[in-house]
T-cell receptor
Framework: SQKIEQNSEALNIQEGKTATLTCNYTNYSPAYLQWYRQDPGRGPVFLLLIRENEKEKRKERLKVTFDTTLKQSLFHITASQPADSATYLCALGAAGNKLTFGGGTRVLVKP | NAGVTQTPKFQVLKTGQSMTLQCAQDMNHEYMSWYRQDPGMGLRLIHYSVGAGITDQGEVPNGYNVSRSTTEDFPLRLLSAAPSQTSVYFC???????????FGQGTRLTVV
């Protein structure tokens, strides 16, 4: 069956460092992959989308890579700030705009 | 521009009761979806719609009904609430295929 795995353990990181999150998937051939941010008690907020034919995407301090051979996406937050503390979700999309989400990774940036 | 609006924000139901979770969007999006979020399990798709009058089942549809009579509204009905339906429910809308999803603030439902 399709499976999307994100590190369930929280990532604790010092302010200013780069946070790197992993999203691995099996039994899936996604057309694209998205990353969302979710704060406690709020709905997910879209951050980035990367398509299957793209290797890397950047937006301000965020960078996403997509390796369809390894079936993996990496999400980087450079120069992290305490305001970046949140849970980050990856989601895989295929035909029909149905998104399948991973369990999310909580990031805590310490000042 | 309100985006995606869900009501209520919180609800407590007794086992066997029925209720409707409301979702409305003002962005004229064709695609709308309902997810539930449980600890450690991520967001799971319940039902989705690709346009008015068209709905389909997602990963966990049992115990839930939907309808889409207008582009703006996509209500989720719990027919006979069970404790296993205790969860946080999110509605989302998308303008087109392969684009970002806009989520509502969620409804926290407890079934006792």
């Amino acid at each position: 069956s399709q499976k999307i795995e994100q590190n369930s353990e929280a990532l604790n990181i010092q302010e200013g460092k780069t946070a790197t999150l992993t999203c691995n998937y099996t039994n899936y051939s996604p057309a694209y992959l998205q990353w969302y941010r979710q704060d406690p008690g709020r709905g997910p907020v879209f951050l980035l989308l990367i398509r299957e034919n793209e290797k890397e995407k950047r937006k301000e301090r965020l960078k996403v890579t997509f390796d369809t051979t390894l079936k993996q996406s990496l999400f980087h937050i450079t120069a992290s700030q305490p305001a970046d503390s949140a849970t980050y979700l990856c989601a895989l999309g295929a035909a029909g705009n149905k998104l399948t989400f991973g369990g999310g990774t909580r990031v805590l940036v310490k000042p | 521009n309100a985006g995606v609006t869900q009501t209520p924000k919180f609800q407590v139901l007794k086992t066997g009761q029925s209720m409707t979770l409301q979702c409305a969007q003002d962005m004229n999006h064709e695609y709308m979806s309902w997810y539930r979020q449980d600890p450690g399990m991520g967001l799971r798709l319940i039902h989705y719609s690709v346009g008015a009058g068209i709905t389909d089942q997602g990963e966990v549809p049992n115990g839930y009904n939907v309808s889409r009579s207008t582009t703006e509204d996509f209500p989720l009905r719990l027919l006979s609430a069970a404790p296993s339906q205790t969860s946080v429910y999110f509605c989302a809308s998308t303008e087109d295929r392969n684009t970002e999803a806009f989520f509502g603030q969620g409804t926290r439902l407890t079934v006792v």
